[in-house]
Each structure stands twice: as C-alpha cells, then as structure tokens.
C-alpha cells in the first residue's frame, strides 16, 4: 500500500485515552503488514510522531480495529487493540485497552455496524486481544450517538455523555499463580488478571509513601530499573513469557486511601506513569482489593456496597459489581472523521 492511499479513520477520546479507529475491512488483513501502515500513519518512530496522527504518548499512540462479529454469536462487533509505540517502528496487541473500548460502541453505531435504538444503543463487544466480553451502553436519542453530556471522568479535562461498560468474568485464571501472594526479588506482590495482566506491589516495598506526583516516579531512574526486574520476573510467573518488548503485564503501586477511597494507587505502562488508571487495570486491581491475604487487601481501607474506589493522580476510579460482573461508567467523545495518508514506505 503506498503512501498516496487514503485510509478511512474515526478520531475518538475514550476514557483517558485517544485511539484511532479503523473498520478492519479499511486495513490489510495480513498483521505484518497492517503494522506497517499504521507505523506510518501515527508517525513513528518519533517520540513527537510529529508527521502521523500519533499523540507521542503511549496514551494518545492507540488504535482499535472493528468489525461485525461473525465469530461469536454473543457478540455484536469485535475490537482488537494495538498500542503503536512513539519511539520505535512497533505496535503490540499483547493487551487490550479498557478506555479505547469506551469508543468502540459509538464507532460501531457511527459506521453502520450496529443499528442504533431509539434512545439507548447497547453493543456487545468481543475484545480480540483477550476474548473477553464487554457490553457498552451509550445514549443515541434519536438514532444517533450523543456525546455531549454530564458525566465526569477523573483524569478527562471536560465532561462528556456517559458510556457504561459491563465485564463478564475474564477469560483465563483470575490468579496467575493460583496464589493472592508472590515474591519476587524479596518484594510482595499479587499477579492478577482480571482483564488485564497487573503485577500489584506495595509502594512501602519500595521506600515510597505511595502518594508521589507522576513526574517524580517517571524521574527516579533506579525506582524504574527495579520496576522493570519486578515486571520481567512477574511476565514468567504469569505465563506471558519474555515481557521484555512487551507492554503487560502492567505495575500498580498501591497505599493506603488518602481521600476517602478505598486504595492509593500509582500506575506504570508500563515505564511511563499514567496520569490516572486504565479501566481493565482499574478492573485488576479491584478484583485483587476483594482477596484476602492481597497486596492490595492488605493496603485498602473498607469496601461497602460492592463498589472499590480507587485514588488516582487525577481523581478516582470506580468498579460497581453487578450480577452480570464489574462495571464502570466512562465516556467518550468523537474528535475528527476522516480520510488520513500514511508516509511512503
């Protein structure tokens, strides 16, 4: 594909996150060489990815691939994820992204995949990169997606409509190890993966009050070499492998609440820190806060009525359970639609 090609596009904030959108029909079908491409559409490798649509963050360098399910008859639509990393010519669909899912639906509707309802439009969706099932739920009075709105997402500068995701249980074990401890390298940790691969630890662990500004963590150079070993040795016990060029599993450090929470929380993803908390990692650590002998147990202050706030950079995340499993309410908002040019090959 040169670069004269024009590629068909959605623009959307969801959650904390902004992620380009494609219909997968718009996209090569062989992996390798969609990777190509969209390497050349967001602009990297090029920490600014000033000649792409990249962000030059990992959370602003995201893409989501959509299609009519056909594969399972649960599902309205299938979303898989790819991070396009800023600094290096990669894209990695080693995990999913909880806050992209946020716009998956309103692309869905917008793209004819799912007719929408008279005033609510619910949409399952298959997420690829882990086969889990997530239902979203967004306001299309009228027959057409609304995004603006009330609702406020800590770690989003302005308000948007609401987008409520529901979780079923996530594909494979809850608990790695089969165990709600682990140590490694002397430090106490839970691996949990309730959607998400997270490595747990406690900032006391690690000298740290828990509390720190982002900025500080991502300027602690030995803070973050000892992450990384934490991280590697966490990807093997957890059967992911070499998770060296890899981006999961992630690190949460956990303390106690501050603000009337339930848990402190500082989020590595995994080198930078996150400004707030991804929706599946937020979903991993509340799973974990709800185990006895956790890491994240031992750090939380008291949980009631089934939902776990957790305290963040920007604000707080919260996880309702529900019968149908955990939910979460985000937002999402559609920025630019239209037609973008990769470089030449």
Not at 230 to 235: E, F, P, S
Not at 286 to 304: E, F, I, K, L, T
């Amino acid at each position: 594909m040169s670069g004269t090609d024009g590629i068909p596009f959605l623009l959307l904030r969801g959650g904390t996150s902004k992620g380009v959108y494609f219909l997968a029909d718009d996209l090569p079908a062989d992996p390798g060489t969609r990777d190509d491409l969209l390497v050349r559409l967001f602009g990297s490798p090029d920490e600014r990815q000033v000649d792409g649509l990249g962000g030059g963050h990992p959370l602003t360098s995201k893409a989501a691939v959509v299609s009519r399910s056909t594969d399972d008859p649960g599902a309205d639509v299938d979303y898989l994820f790819l991070q396009v990393v800023p600094d290096r010519a990669a894209v990695s669909a080693r995990q999913p992204c909880g806050n992209v899912l946020a716009g998956v639906a309103p692309f869905a509707i917008e793209r004819g995949l799912v007719a929408a309802g008279p005033e609510t439009t619910t949409v399952r969706i298959r997420m690829v990169n882990t086969g889990g099932l997530a239902v979203a739920t967004v306001p299309t009075p009228g027959g057409r997606v609304r995004y603006a709105g009330d609702v406020e997402v800590a770690g989003v500068p302005f308000p948007a409509a609401g987008v409520t995701l529901r979780f079923a249980d996530a594909p494979g074990p809850l608990l790695p190890t089969g165990q709600e401890r682990d140590v490694l390298d002397g430090v106490p940790v839970t691996l949990v993966n309730n959607g998400m691969p997270v490595v747990v630890v406690p900032a006391d662990a690690l000298g740290l009050d828990g509390d720190e500004a982002p900025s500080e963590l991502e300027r602690d150079s030995t803070l973050r070499r000892s992450l990384e070993r934490l991280r590697t040795r966490a990807g093997l016990r957890m059967g992911l492998g070499d998770v060296t060029a890899a981006t999961v599993p992630k690190l949460v450090l956990v303390s106690p609440p501050r603000a009337g929470g339930t848990l402190t929380t500082r989020t590595f993803i995994p080198h930078r820190v996150h400004p707030a908390i991804g929706v599946l990692m937020g979903l991993s650590v509340a799973a974990a806060v709800r185990m006895p002998g956790s890491v994240a147990a031992d750090a939380a202050g008291p949980v009631s009525g089934g939902r776990v706030r957790l305290e963040h950079p920007t604000g707080t995340f919260e996880a309702v359970s529900t019968p149908d499993g955990l939910a979460v309410v985000s937002s999402a908002r559609k920025i630019a639609d239209g037609i973008a040019w990769p470089r030449e090959a």
